[in-house]
């Protein structure tokens, strides 16, 4: 059974695993969910990742753009499953010595993949090297807990849009910054053709 975590309370729920409706979210009917583990950002900075999609699109880009409700910088996609539990003890280990650290966001950029299109974001700077350290420590201990190994390197950033064309020579430098303050898992789904993320447990840096 998963415990509560005390620093990793979400709204009420005292820690651990929730669902507002009952303070307990184990499993979804024992059906294994699609999750992954990320760094939530702040209104200022949704904004201002906005505003570069917004400059983007007038720059002539086209794209299936992300609302900006659902920016953030993914730390670990696990994919489908239903070890919540597991995944909230690797949290709450690498979250266990983590302070809060300053991010910064910086200039525009793409991956490229097999077609024209490519998926558009914004860059976001790491200047302290404590999010690489708390993605390595996350790593190993969700490695410890049965999961896959990752990437092997993490590039943060904020997506702004899949199958994107026509944002050849784009460019729009940034410098806002925040402090990361924690890291939560999130179930993602497809709802009316929309995704949609749902919060399930959040570790807070103290």
């Known amino acids: 059974q998963c415990k509560p975590h005390g620093a990793g309370a979400l709204a009420k729920s005292g820690g651990g695993l929730y669902n507002e409706g009952t303070g307990s979210h184990k499993t979804k009917g024992g059906h294994a969910m699609r999750l992954f583990i990320a ?10 990742a906005a505003d570069t ?7 002539g880009a086209e794209g299936r753009f992300v ?3 659902n920016y953030h910088i993914t730390l670990r996609f696990i994919g489908e499953s239903n070890a919540l539990c597991e995944a909230a003890e690797a949290m709450h280990s690498a979250a266990r010595d983590c302070r809060p650290f300053l991010l910064r966001l910086s200039d525009y950029g793409a ?3 097999k077609s024209e299109s490519s998926t558009g974001f914004v860059t976001v ?4 090297g404590e999010l690489r350290r708390l993605y390595e420590t996350l790593e190993a201990a969700l490695w410890e807990r049965g999961f896959d190994r990752g990437r092997s390197r993490l590039m943060p950033h904020i997506t702004l849009g899949r199958s994107i064309t026509g944002d050849t020579g784009f460019a729009c430098p940034r410098n806002e910054a925040f402090t990361a303050q924690g890291m939560t898992l999130y179930e993602s789904q ?8 749902t ?5 807070l840096f103290v």
């Open 39 to 48: 760094i939530a950002l702040p209104p200022d900075i949704r904004r201002a």
């Open 53 to 59: 999609a917004a400059r983007l699109r007038a720059h």
């Open 67 to 69: 609302p900006p409700e």
């Open 111 to 113: 991956f490229s993949g």
């Open 125 to 128: 700077r790491d200047d302290q």
């Open 190 to 197: 497809s709802v009316r053709g929309q995704m949609a993320y």
């Open 199 to 203: 919060p399930l447990h959040k570790e």
